[in-house]
């Protein structure tokens, strides 16, 4: 199977879920608006009010709306705004970007093999949260960043891409996670190319990058 997020007579239109400072966001952004990634950021939702993300989203004249989680409320009903969101504005495929919440089987089955994120770890090795605390804790010397289909699980679905840097013996947090986040900025748009031009076969958990 092929999957391409857009068939080629449609535009590539991405919807990007966010939470935080959204610096991967930017990079989508900055991506498309040069010419260097066949897709564009058509739609920004954040689950957090005061994300600066949504400022980005502002300042690139890109729509950008908030969903709280309300308590009580079912996931499907959050996701069920989202969809809407993402209908009205003809996304095709949607990343997560920072997006600090566990997606539910209903987006998954709307947007089947269509949904993205990107992690800052190589995974399967320290999914979840803090990756890059849980990799220095655990002494790894090499670490990165992964770009992978969203699956069910936490950081568990087939893997598109990755980068791998070195972990050095003077790191702290906030240095690998600079260092790895500079990868992120260039893998995801990257990965996002690749869909957009339907140049990623899944089969199974094996992904193929096609010429
Ligand atoms: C990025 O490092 C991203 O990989 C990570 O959150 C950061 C968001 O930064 N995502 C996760 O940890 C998801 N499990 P950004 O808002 O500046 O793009």
Known sequence: MKTGCCLSEHQCK?????????????????????????AEVSVVVSNRANAPALDRAKKA?????????????????????????????GVNLV????????????LISRFKNRIINIHPALLPS????SAQKQALEYGVRLSGCTVHFVD???DTG????????????????ESLSERI?????????????????????????RVEILP
């Open 181 to 205: 986040l500079k990868e992120e900025h260039k893998l995801l748009p990257k990965a996002v190319d690749l869909l957009a031009k339907n140049k990623v076969k899944v089969t199974g958990r």
């Open 152 to 154: 069910e699980g936490c």
């Open 14 to 38: 991405i919807g990007v879920l966010v939470s935080g400072r959204g610096t991967n966001l930017q990079s989508l952004i900055d991506a498309s608006r040069e010419g260097r990634m066949a």
């Open 95 to 106: 990343v997560l970007a920072g997006f600090m919440r566990i997606v539910s089987p209903w």
């Open 158 to 173: 087939p893997i598109i891409l990755q980068t791998a840097v070195p972990v050095l013996d003077t790191d702290t947090v």
């Open 61 to 89: 004249g890109i729509p950008g709306f908030v969903v709280n989680a309300v308590k009580g409320e079912t996931k499907e009903a959050f996701e069920k705004q989202i969809g809407e969101i993402f209908n009205r504005h």
């Open 126 to 129: 320290f999914p979840g949260l």
